[in-house]
Each structure stands twice: as C-alpha cells, then as structure tokens.
C-alpha cells in the first residue's frame, strides 16, 4: 500500500478561463441551448475545414441521430468492429439495423479493413468504423468499397477528435463523423458530442431529430425578434447541448492540438520505458500516413492475469482503464446474434488482455515516473 494520493487513468484539462466562462454562462441566465452553443458549432466547423458541426447531448446521441438520418429499414445491416465500447453497436440496433461485426487487426487493434468486403451482403448499408485509441482506420481502402457498394460511412471519432488520415483532420472529408466530448476524451464539455458532415439531407435530419422534431431552433423561439409557433415535422428526441456545456468547448477546442501533443510526449516516455518488456505488447503503428490522437495507451499484458494486475496498481492508488471487452461476448448480442467467443479471435484475445494506463495532457513527469517504478515493482523488473 502506499500513501499517494490517488491517479486516475484520465482526467480533464480545465483552465481558468474554461471555469470563468461556465461562471459567465450561469449568471447570464441562458444556461440551455443558445448562443454559446452556436459559437462552439462555428468553431467546430472552422477547425473541420468548413463542414458543419451539429452539437448534441452526447456522442451517443450523434450515432443515433445519424443513424437515423439513413433510414434504415428492418434487416439493412451495419459493419462495426467488435473492440469498442457497445453504444456502437447500441445505436445501430435502436436505430432499427442489424450490426455485422469484422475482426480487428491485431496489431493496430482497429478494424481489419481487408475483412470488410466479405461481409457486405445485399442488405448492407452503411460501414461504422471505429478509430480505436485516435487510431485513424485506413480509410481510403474503407471509402473505396463504400463507393463501390454504394455504402454509407458513419466514422465513429468518439476517440479521435484532432487525429489525421494522410495529412487531413478526421471530419474534414469523408461522409458522416461523430465525435465525443466526454470528460475522458481528449477534450470535453462535461457529457456532449457533434456530428460533421456535408450532407444537407443529413444535416436536415439531424437538425430536426436531436430537439424533439421541431422545425426550427429552441432558443430562437424566445429571442426578442422570435416567434412561438412552430412545427414539429417528426417525432424526435431531446439530444440538444447545453450552453453550460458549449461554454468548456469554445476554450477545449482552442487547446485540442496542445493537448495531443502532450500525450503524445507522454506515450513516447511509456514506449521507451516499456521497449522490450515480455509482460507488454506495445500499440502499433501502421504504415499509413497518420496523425495519432491518443485517447488512450493500451498495451495488451502477456501472461498476467488483468484483474490480478488491476487490483495491484489500485493497492498503490493508480487508476487503470479496461478498453474494451470485445462486444460479441455480451449476453444480448451473444443470445440476439448468436455470436460464439470464438467467431472474432482478435478482438477476444485483445479484449482479454487490454489495460489502459493513465494518460492526460495535466499528468506531470513526476506522477508519470510513478506510474512507470510501480509497474516495474509489480512485474518484478527490479
């Protein structure tokens, strides 16, 4: 045991003028959908070259929604990669398709792109690749096939927000993206994501769908020039984000690029630490041009029982992360789908073996050094 203070597996980077401007936000009195939301929607557009950003509750809500705005019907099927958090495959289901999962690549941990043709069948309509840790997905093989199959592309970004694919932003070009500003993600407004796309049907849809299917913009209604009538064109859901959360975006966002760049000096100190350990298999990278965000580090342990290793690290009072079991193993998939362990061995084997060490841009070399002596103790490097 030890008398360290506690170290989470992550933590947001929440500056001064971040604060302030929630402060700001509650004594305006406007503390639901408005103009700050508006601000954040602009400057997430700008930083996507241009593409419009639509703000919602969550990332979760934005693949819903987009989803949604497809249209699927009963039986059109979705591929996903199996390692990833399950409201991917959540949102592909209340959203009426059938998710079609494809193995990972067990070296990038990301979707084995070569896997996904074999699994396009005449019900398939859309393609949800996941860029696992802000690891792009090789998206230009990916695209091909979408046009070749006349697919869609929903681009789950919830850990990627910042990374690059051969020189370009993740959002900046492609179909759909969704992004996610959760406190654990590499920049956050508390609980909320966005949507980038150019497709104004898309656009439309969403638009309508994230505030209960109404015709026009909630905080417009009570400005000054503002009508009360308005028309609900669908029935929709209550997905909108709040200025209180748009408030920490506007000041996130400016700091995004800093904050990659931080954790990306930190990765690099764990990959020196770690080369050559048999207890770790180390991320990585693959051959194509890209921009790592690392939203997490995630080596796979050899030969070490993971709740074993956990609960030693917690005994020291350092936080680890488990990012992801493989989601075919979950009982409603497994029971739904009739999905065995066994039918995606990549992901099982990686999804059994994974740990997330504590990494976020405010974690100073000192509790970084900390982190590295205590695995050394724990593994029995000394």
């Known amino acids: 045991m030890t008398d360290e203070p506690f170290l989470p597996f992550a933590k947001p980077a929440l500056s001064e003028a971040a604060i302030a401007e929630v402060v700001e936000c509650l004594r305006s ?16 557009s700008a930083y996507h070259g241009g593409r419009r950003a639509l703000c919602l509750s969550s990332a979760t809500a934005g693949l819903h929604v987009a989803l949604l705005a497809l249209n699927l019907k009963e039986g059109n099927e979705v591929i996903t990669t199996p390692l ?15 998710p079609v999962l494809v193995d990972i690549d067990p070296t990038t941990l990301n979707m084995d792109v070569s896997r996904i ?24 093989p990916l695209y091909v096939l979408a046009k070749k199959y006349n697919l869609r592309v929903v681009e789950d970004c919830a850990h990627a927000i910042g990374a690059e694919y051969k020189g370009k932003k993740l959002g900046s070009f492609g179909d759909i993206q969704v992004m996610s500003f ?4 590499n920049m956050t407004t508390g609980e909320g994501g966005a949507v980038i796309t150019d497709d104004k ?23 000054k020039g503002g009508s009360q009538e308005y028309d609900v064109v669908l029935p929709g859901f209550k997905y909108n984000m709040m200025d209180m959360q748009a408030a920490l975006g506007i000041h996130q966002l400016p700091e995004l690029d800093g904050f990659i760049a931080r954790r990306k000096v930190l990765v690099d100190r764990y990959m020196n630490a770690f080369k050559g350990w048999p207890e770790f298999d180390l991320p990585q990278a693959p051959a194509y041009e890209h921009k790592h965000a690392w939203h997490l580090f995630t080596p796979l342990l050899n030969g070490i029982d993971r709740d074993t290793f956990i609960n030693a690290m917690k005994a020291e009072n350092i936080g680890i992360g488990l990012h ?7 009982s409603w998939y497994r029971e739904r789908y009739g999905w065995q362990p066994a039918d ?22 000192a509790e ?15």
């Open 324 to 330: 992801y079991q493989s989601t075919h193993i979950f």
């Open 368 to 382: 970084q050094t900390r982190v590295i002596k205590t695995l050394e103790n724990i593994l029995h490097k000394r």
């Open 344 to 365: 995606f061995p990549n992901a099982l084997a990686a999804g059994s073996r994974i740990v997330s060490l504590p990494l976020f841009p405010t974690m100073t070399d």
């Open 182 to 185: 959760h406190p654990n993600k």
């Open 117 to 140: 043709e074999a699994a396009i069948t005449k019900r398939t309509r859309a393609i949800m690749p996941v860029h696992y840790a802000g690891l792009p997905v090789d998206l230009d």
């Open 29 to 44: 009195g406007w503390i639901t959908t408005g103009p700050r939301v508006q601000k954040f929607e602009e400057m997430l």
């Open 201 to 223: 049907d898309i656009i439309n849809a969403i638009e309508r769908l994230r505030f209960h299917g109404i015709d026009r913009n909630a905080f417009n209604r009570f400005a």
């Open 84 to 98: 990833t958090f399950v409201a991917t495959l959540n949102t592909i289901v209340l959203a009426g398709g059938k």
